[in-house]
């Protein structure tokens, strides 16, 4: 009777174990990767009460601290923009530049806080920009989770 | 040549020198975002727009998923008219649709919200909700590992706002309503999924068509450099009502 059990555990156990360190891996993963949309939403709290409306849609991701993103978007002039980048880790500094279709830097009005970052922008026509940004952790080393959301009124 | 005495030399910044990662993810933006601007340049008759859409029977899944980001972006113009009854009507085509794509669990929630915010006339709330109803259908979609059908769904909904925009643009030509129409990235967006997609959609009847008529419309939005003319706004429109009246022309 012991032969057949001791059998079948020998390869279970490690499936189970292996399982187990996986979801005790990627639990934390998930959640910082929700925690920085999480983060864009606090950012964006105080623009819905300006009248922004949120969009459900948003970009996110992990990359090598310091790495540049490029994200290509529509704009539509008459809209005010507003885009909220969060990160879930700590002391992460943030930068965000929006491109017309020429190469020129829009001008814009960026707060930051602890977690996230929000610019406002104005587009002068309707056409595809770039957004560029990056995050810089005190730890050049360690790879960043990101969330990027926008709003318009 | 040198920069102006007193100003410093900025050196313009080039997409294709790009040092970084490029995310090719692509948010299209919600008819309604066209809408508030059309709204802002004067006071369009959106009621005038507001269509009904004949859902066919069908159980092509291609099909079923451009229909149902058109009736959501009928929903958008609905709101825009403030249009109870529409909206309501737009809500119900949305449970039908999500019943024949088999994505009921997660959509009925948000068309209970869209059938009770229309009640209480909460635009912004029903608003919000067509948003979602969206984004929930396509992440199932692609958590079904159907990220085809997730594009087809923005897809439906980009033909049907482009042609609600370039019928009101239409009635009260501008030259600031019609820049609205300045969409290149996103056509080129839709025509490059259309071609990454297996052959047996890619050569769908109706995505074969779409990819043509998006080459068409992507042709007038190049050749608009001095800004875009009545008659190129008028083929844009043509070209997205064909389209949209072959999404819902019912295949027997």
């Keep these: 009777m012991n032969s057949p059990w001791n059998f079948r555990w020998i390869p279970v156990r490690p499936i189970v174990f292996t399982s187990f360190l996986l979801a005790v891996w990627t639990s934390p993963l998930r959640a910082t990767v929700d925690e920085s949309h999480d983060y864009c939403m606090e950012a964006a709290t105080p623009f819905v009460e300006q009248g922004f409306i949120v969009r459900e849609d948003y970009w996110n991701g992990e990359v090598k601290s310091g790495q540049k993103l490029m994200i290509s978007h529509q704009l539509f002039k008459g809209n005010e923009y507003a885009f909220w980048l969060g990160s879930a880790s700590s002391g992460v500094q943030m930068d965000i530049k929006v491109f017309d279709e020429k190469g020129q830097p829009l001008s814009m009005d960026k707060k930051t806080q602890e977690h996230f970052m929000s610019v406002r922008v104005n587009p002068p026509k309707t056409g595809t920009y770039k957004i560029v940004f990056e995050l810089k952790s005190k730890d050049s080393t360690e790879s960043v989770l990101w969330a990027l959301s926008y709003g318009y009124r | 040549m040198a920069a102006p005495q007193g100003t410093q030399g900025v050196q313009n910044f080039d997409p294709l020198a790009f040092p970084g990662q490029v995310v090719d993810d692509v948010v299209v933006p919600v008819p309604s975002e066209v809408f508030s601007v059309l709204d ?25 998923s451009l229909l149902f980001g058109y009736v ?17 009507e737009a809500g119900r085509d949305v449970i039908s649709l999500a019943k024949a794509l088999g994505l009921s669990k997660s959509v009925l929630p948000h068309a209970q919200s869209i059938l009770d915010a229309a009640d209480r006339s909460d635009w912004k709330a029903i608003r919000k909700e067509f948003d979602r109803t969206q984004q929930t259908v396509r992440v199932t979609m692609e958590e079904m590992k159907d990220a085809d059908l997730s594009q087809c769904v923005s897809l439906g909904g980009w033909l049907r706002g482009t042609a609600s925009v370039t019928s009101v643009v239409k009635k009260a030509f501008s030259a600031d309503r019609a820049e609205l129409l300045n969409q290149p990235m996103l056509v080129e967006h839709f025509v490059a999924t259309i071609g990454k997609m297996p052959a047996s959609t890619r050569e769908h009847d109706l995505l074969r068509s779409i990819r043509k008529g998006l080459d068409a419309v992507l042709e007038r939005m ?10 190129a706004v008028a083929d844009i429109g043509i070209t997205c009502e064909r389209l949209l009246s072959e999404i819902t022309t019912a295949k027997k």
């Design chain 2, 40 to 64: 802002k340049l004067g006071e369009p008759n959106w009621n005038h727009e507001i269509r009904e859409v004949d859902i066919p029977t069908s159980s092509d899944r291609t099909r079923l």
């Design chain 2, 72 to 88: 959501v972006a009928e929903g958008f113009v609905a709101v825009q008219a403030e249009d109870k009854e529409a909206v309501k």
């Design chain 2, 222 to 231: 190049e050749s608009a450099v001095d800004g875009f003319t009545k008659d």
